[in-house]
């Protein structure tokens, strides 16, 4: 199938606000790929963000499109998908966004299993405030707020989320833009809550900082980070240190979805309204 | 003004206290055509703290939503007593259980009737215990019609408890009479 | 609950945490996200198992201000939504009721007030968020606060608050406090027929003409819902008529000026008092919500003595009543102002009421109700 991105963007608002060689450019376009392939009307999707760089990106996506307030983005997103359970709820935060100041509406989703897909563009950096650290800065590593060495344990946001509930919890990275669409559009098709991680990168914010401000040395960096999954089950825990598993890291196809749940809530108010 | 009537219930959480004030208050609204209000206290959500509702009734719209002079109280608790024996009026009929309320200020006109007991006696379910109270207050104060508020009981009643319910009100009335005639 | 029939309308005994949602559900209210807090906490009992009745759906969230995220998001489909809370659950909520307000978005929340700050008198009456309702989200924006006193008259707000976020697209709040919230009395439920529902203005034009903040017709412009066609963006940015952020400096002036516009070029529609024997009034009393009941009383018993006093009772705490209380204010000798808090509503009364004599506090923070013999105490000393 031709790849039209230009059916899906806001092309006048062109050109975007990120700095040049930043990741996020290659996960849109993976999120507009796999949007592409499960044939979703642009009409029938809501692509919802909170506060940061990665939460400029609905802007320029050609849907119903908001940009809400910090960390915020799922529970906006879990009042429209209740009111419309039909249509499509897609959700794209950064990693300040999603797993600290949102932390707790990153949890709480995950508990529900209510029927959205979360994209969470991991760059380990607050980028747009000016390179402070994040819950997913690595221990040691140099930021704004950690000049001498970050001393806050990063969170793993995949095992996080699975240990919250999440039915779908996949990670890629900007290192592989096919990978990446396969896995955002397995989190499409799931019926539950998806959470799709893509490590990325900010050379501007995190790289300069760390000796690492070239875009393409920071995501090769990245990539030698990263392990196959199915390889990371045959290995031990010691040679997994400082390795990210990558591809799809759990499904699970029988957790009840939050709205078919509360269908059997109306069923049962209906019921006892006819007595 | 002179039909406005301030009524305290005081017990216990836990004693379907505030139930019987909304009945109360349902009689004056729906079979007298008055007006009336409840307001109950409201605590954290524990049982067995003291516990009242206060009701107001009047032919007039209400303004001032609390008591300020009470006509009637009904106190099922000496805590509930101890927290709750305010804003009475000097001649203000409070009616008690003795078993369960010890001390009270004598200048009132105390009745004292052994409501716990002919619960448990003649129903044999404590959840009664609010039936015989309302049955022994529409005796002792001529605010509304008892029969205005046996029907309002009647209508509140859970479905399957119409009967022992009514036969509670009836209870606490003739029990009541019978205190007021011995004097 | 006694279900009597009286020229057509239900006679009901019901406590204010009642008289609310019911209310909501009969404007159309078909969405409420909450979160538990004392003393609002009925309401999300009453939504919980009347929603799912009438095809709404009600969601208890993680926290205060994830109820009101998901309030937003469920306004945009075009629903009617609405939340109840109280003071600490107010404060948290200002951030995104800041949103609410930037993007206009019709939505209304409950604020049965109690005592503070912090978690204050959890159980007990206050009337301490009415700066908080005015100021408490950061930036200027309009603001619609509605106080009212009676149970019938909270049912008629509730109505009121859902028609006028719907027409001025913005956030309504009602302002209770915890006394109306739980006491039960007598109200008559009115027909539908006998009050008119708005709906949020909808854009007349096809999509690829829709402009969402075009303001060319008027200050309150035409808002699409999601899915039906009309694809738009939105931000908590300063942005110009397409949605778009924008830092012109002309453009954001512009901007926030027509937002402040859609009630202060309404206030004939939006504000709405009571004026109780103010004509002759030598002195004034300013009184709302459980409060204005006890003034009322108050000035009652005034009279009886020989005193000529008068209330004023808002309605509508936001937009204050100006012209109302200036009148007031030049008339008398002095105005009473009682209030449940150290004294908040007294600086509007103070800034707009032109009184040349004394403009005093009837204060109390104890979580008692504030008694008729304290306000006339006042306002004997002032006559």
């Known amino acids: 199938m031709a790849m039209h991105y230009k059916d899906f963007l806001r092309i006048d608002h062109m050109p975007h606000m990120w700095c040049p060689g930043c990741g996020i450019g290659i996960i ?51 009042g429209i998908k209740l ?138 960096n990245i990539v030698a980070k990263t392990v196959n999954v199915r390889q990371a089950a045959k290995m031990s825990r010691e040679e997994l240190a400082g390795k990210y598993p990558v591809g799809l890291l759990h499904q699970d196809e029988e957790r009840e979805e939050y709205y078919e749940a509360y269908k059997k809530v109306i069923q049962l108010a209906e019921a006892a309204l006819k007595r | 003004m002179s039909d406005h009537f301030e009524a305290r219930f005081a017990a216990v959480g836990g004693q379907g206290i505030l139930l019987a004030g909304e009945i109360l208050a349902v009689a004056a609204i729906s079979f007298e055509g008055k007006y009336a209000l409840d307001s109950p206290t409201y605590t954290a959500q524990v049982r067995g703290g003291p516990t009242k509702v206060d009701v107001i009734i009047d032919s007039e719209r209400i303004q001032f939503p609390r008591t300020t002079a009470i006509d009637f109280m009904l106190c099922l608790a000496q805590r509930s007593w101890n927290q709750f024996a305010f804003d009475l009026k000097e001649d203000c009929i409070v009616l008690i259980d003795p078993s369960l309320v010890h001390e009270v200020d004598e200048r009132y006109r105390i009745y004292r009737l052994p409501i716990i007991e002919i619960t448990k006696k ?51 009335l003739e029990a009541i009479k019978q205190l007021m005639a011995s004097g | 609950m006694p279900q009597q029939q009286n020229n057509g309308r239900r006679v009901v005994f019901w406590p204010g945490n009642e008289v609310i949602p019911e209310a909501a559900i009969a404007a159309g209210c078909r969405f409420f996200a909450g979160y538990p807090i004392t003393p609002s906490s009925e309401m ?10 009438v095809g709404g759906v009600f969601i208890q969230m993680e926290d205060e201000i994830a109820a009101m995220g998901a309030l937003i998001g469920a306004s945009l489909t075009g629903e009617k939504v609405m939340t109840a809370t109280s003071g600490p659950g107010f404060s948290l909520k200002q951030e995104n009721i ?48 509605l106080t009212p006193s009676y149970l019938d008259e909270a049912y008629m707000e509730t109505i009121r608050a859902f028609n006028l976020a719907e027409k001025f697209r913005m956030p309504v709040f009602v302002l209770l406090d915890e006394v109306i919230g739980h006491l039960s009395e007598k ?99 300013i009184a709302f919500g459980s409060t204005a009941r006890a003034a009322m009383v108050a000035v009652n018993d005034a009279r009886e003595r020989g005193i000529k006093a008068g209330l004023l ?50 204060n109390k923070v104890g979580g008692v109700p504030i008694y008729p013999g304290e306000i006339l105490a006042k306002i004997e000393e002032l006559a």
């Open chain 1, 28 to 78: 849109v376009k993976a999120m507009l790929r796999a949007i592409q392939t499960v044939e979703w009307p642009i009409n029938d999707i809501a692509v919802i963000s909170g506060i940061g760089c990665t939460s400029r990106a609905p802007g320029y996506l050609d849907m119903n499109t908001l940009h809400t307030t910090h960390g915020r983005a799922l529970t906006f997103a879990t």
């Open chain 1, 83 to 220: 009111m419309r359970p039909d249509k499509h709820v897609v959700v794209i935060s950064g990693d300040g966004d999603a797993a600290a100041i949102g932390g707790n509406h990153l949890v709480h989703s995950c508990r529900r299993n209510i029927d959205i897909t979360l994209i969470i563009v991991n760059n380990n950096i607050y980028g747009m405030t000016g390179g402070q650290c994040s819950p997913t800065t690595p221990l040691g590593a140099k930021a704004a707020t950690s000049p001498w060495g970050n001393a806050d344990p990063p969170f793993d946001i995949s095992s996080l989320c699975k240990g919250a509930g999440a039915t779908y919890v996949a990670r890629g990275h900007v290192g592989s833009g096919v990978q990446l669409e396969r896995l955002i559009r397995g989190g499409l098709n799931h019926k539950g809550f998806a959470v799709i991680e893509v490590l990325s990168n900010c050379h501007t914010q995190f790289g300069r900082r760390n000796k690492l401000s070239d875009p393409i040395e920071l995501i090769n």
């Open chain 2, 122 to 172: 003649e129903m044999k379910k404590m959840v009664y215990t609010s039936a015989v109270s309302l049955g022994a207050m529409a005796g002792l104060t001529n605010v509304l019609n008892p029969e205005s508020i046996r029907k309002a009981l009647l209508q509140k009643a859970p479905p399957g408890t119409e009967e022992p319910n009514m036969k509670a009100f009836k209870l606490g």
């Open chain 3, 44 to 53: 999300a009992h009453i939504m919980s198992r009347r929603l799912p009745q």
């Open chain 3, 98 to 145: 800041g949103y609410a307000s930037m993007i206009e978005v019709p939505c209304v929340v409950v604020n049965v007030m109690r005592g503070g700050p912090s978690t204050g008198l959890p159980t007990a009456l206050g009337q301490s968020d009415i700066m908080q309702a005015r100021w408490g989200t950061h930036g200027d924006r309009p603001v619609i606060a």
């Open chain 3, 187 to 285: 109200i008559e439920i009115p027909d539908p027929s006998e009050y008119e529902l708005v709906e949020r203005p909808r854009p007349k034009v096809p999509p690829e003409q829709y402009i969402p903040y075009d303001s060319s017709e008027s200050d309150i412009p035409p808002l699409a819902d999601y899915f039906s066609g009309y694809r738009f963006h939105m931000t908590g940015l300063n942005h110009d008529k397409t949605g778009f952020p924008t830092t012109n400096p002309a453009i954001c002036q512009a901007e926030n000026e027509r937002m402040m516009r859609k009630v202060d070029a309404h206030l004939s529609e939006i504000e709405k008092y009571e004026e109780y024997l103010t004509e002759d009034a030598d002195v004034g009393v």
């Open chain 3, 313 to 362: 009772r808002p309605i509508t705490l936001w937009p204050f009543p100006e012209e109302a209380a200036r009148n007031l204010g030049k008339r008398s000798k002095g105005i009473v102002v009682p209030e449940a808090n150290l004294g908040q509503l007294i600086y509007e009364v103070q800034r707009v009421a032109g009184c040349t004599g004394p403009v005093v506090g009837v």
